[in-house]
């Protein structure tokens, strides 16, 4: 579904990401792990086209989508969970739902879109008994539900999320993954990208490890929770090989 | 044979059936993440990457591969015994070894995945030679360092088959165990295989009556004859198995049914074929060296790893329904390497055991025959005048000590004679290494 062939992203002088290759297969959850400042969120802004590549491709269902707008991109059905949730605290949560819908609304489908709140709306129970009420006054995990609630509006066939456990008490980091395999095995592909690995690479078929912009490892969810190559990467903590050699 | 074959037929029918784009894609990703890795964790590859000055990100296609540097036997000899592990010693659980003596010896380590990875693909090859979970398989390569056994062993567990770990050696009990324990697939250099059906014909054994169904052959090079001979003799499908010791083991490449080709593991390592002295790559049909970079080993991983072997590739489809590339069956080595009996035998390795025992570097030539259908390897020792004819005694006890050396070394047995200064004379001519199983 998603392939990505060697991009080179830059802010400046400062490369955030050196020939990253990666590929989603449809129906898949596929993890990037790795620790803060590893380039996880300028992958994401990237495949989003909120942020433009030095070199590289992003392709999706074989096409390039480097040149599209970030509109467009959506329309294609990529949608984004981005990090920090950023609903709209000011607007109730229905209204931050219907938002989210903004394609199908210019499209003129305004009868998808009430059949698509409903589903949204039974999927969190909690959002709909909230509907009416502020975003900004829900609890941080009734917060994340509502911005990956928003995104599902979008009917997208890949949902990107950006942290989605960030911040959050363990218990409902749980109830999220399970929103997100719920997601999955309704037929949605999805790009998880997350610091914490145990939990992401837990739901996901496979995964990536992401270290200083470029990917370190690769493999099957289940072969890298086993690797302590990952945890190293993961931890930051790039015990060398040379200093441990030896030593038994 | 007919291509039918069932959805069994495959053991991870997703990446044996991969479609050639998503495996390149694939191939890409995870050349990456293994360069960048040894780029980081080995020095051998730090310094030959800065010599070429060239930097990890600088890979950007799977063509770009050509451009790194080859890694030789000789360069894993160099870094004897953990210069090339790319992880801490810790994490390795498993160590194995090519060679025994001195600097040529080279230990190869494996991290748990590695392990796993590996019974997944050899179980893949056991598959694709027609081997189920209903099988017994007896396992005649020899347990230890080497990794032939124990990769077909865990392999085969992994399948689900009945492991028959007897191990190499002791014919008549081969015999009786496949009998009484009804093997159904003999896993044996092709060479022992004809033993023992020369030692069946002895026992006038009826070879109709074993529930034997196929020979998995691997270990050394063989002629369609062979192959012919043994599956008339016991009625029976003889497959090939390839393995590289110091990049897996078996399980890198294999035959299917189709046997038309070996096909190679290709998601998890890449193949290259280059002309051995100009190292350009050739083109598939065109035959070379065998190049070797491995995608996913954790412990042990290596960049275009030069096995010596030459063959050719074969990237047409094959009616089995793999994708994968196949390598022509192989039948020479581009060094002076030998397989005796299964074992990879360098002409080095006996230097260094005359040499250690000796302290004077005698003069010495290895004569490999077959007799029998077995492999029969003799050093003859050049010794003084004086030892040769006056001291009998210290003759045998040093000619017994070579034989106890060379065998504990190099993990083949051999016969050692001692001969005078005129002989050694009379046939160095012939070389150091004189091969006549070719003839």
Known sequence: ?248 | MTATLSPAAFWQPDEERIRRDELEQLQLERLQATVSRVARSVPFYRAAFDTIRFDPDDLRSLDDLRRLPFTTKGDLADAYPYGFLAVPLREVVRLHGTGGSGSSGIVMGYTRNDIKTWANLMARMLVAEGVSKDDVLQITFDYGLFTGAFGVHFAAERLGASVIPISSGNTKRQIKIMVDYKTTALVSTPSYALHLIEAMRADNLNMNALSLRRVLVGGEPFREETRRQIQEALNVTVTDNYAVSELLGPGVAGECLERQGLHINEDHFIPEIIDPVTLATLPPGVEGELVLTSLTKEAFPLIRFRTRDLTTLDTRPCPCGRTSARLKRMEARTDDMLIIKGVNVFPAQVEAVLRDVDQSAPRYQLVVERRQALDVATVLVEVSQSVFFDEMRRQAGYRDLLRHRLASDLGVSFDVKLVEKSTMDNVAAKGKVVDLRRR
């Open chain 1, 1 to 248: 579904m998603l392939t990505i062939r060697t991009l080179d992203v830059a802010y400046g002088a400062v490369n955030v990401l050196r020939g990253v290759s990666l590929h989603v297969n449809q129906g898949e959850v596929v993890a990037i792990v790795g620790a803060n400042g590893a380039g996880k969120t300028t992958l994401l802004k990237t495949i989003t086209g909120l942020v433009r590549p030095r070199r590289g491709d992003v392709r999706l269902r074989g096409e390039s989508i480097l040149q599209d707008s970030t509109a467009r991109i959506v329309a294609r059905g990529c949608s984004l969970v981005p990090e920090g949730r950023q609903i709209f605290g000011d607007l109730t949560v229905h209204d931050n739902l219907v938002l989210g819908a903004y394609v199908q609304y210019r499209r003129g489908q305004a009868a998808e879109v009430k059949a698509d709140l409903k589903r949204v709306l039974k999927m969190f129970p909690i959002l709909e008994r909230r509907a009416g009420q502020l975003g900004g006054t829900l609890s941080g995990g009734e917060q994340q539900m509502l911005a990956i609630g928003r995104a599902l509006m979008a009917r997208p066939t890949l949902l990107m999320l950006d942290e989605p456990s960030m911040g959050l008490a363990p218990l409902v980091v749980r109830e999220i993954f399970e929103v997100i395999t719920r997601i999955s095995k309704d037929g949605c592909t999805v790009l998880l990208v997350e610091q914490n690995a145990r939990g992401a690479l837990k739901i996901a078929n496979r995964g990536y490890v992401l270290e200083t912009g470029r990917i370190v490892l690769e493999g099957s969810a289940e072969d890298l929770l086993a690797s302590r190559e990952m945890q190293r990467a993961y931890l930051g903590r790039d015990v060398h090989p040379e200093a441990e050699r030896g030593t038994t």
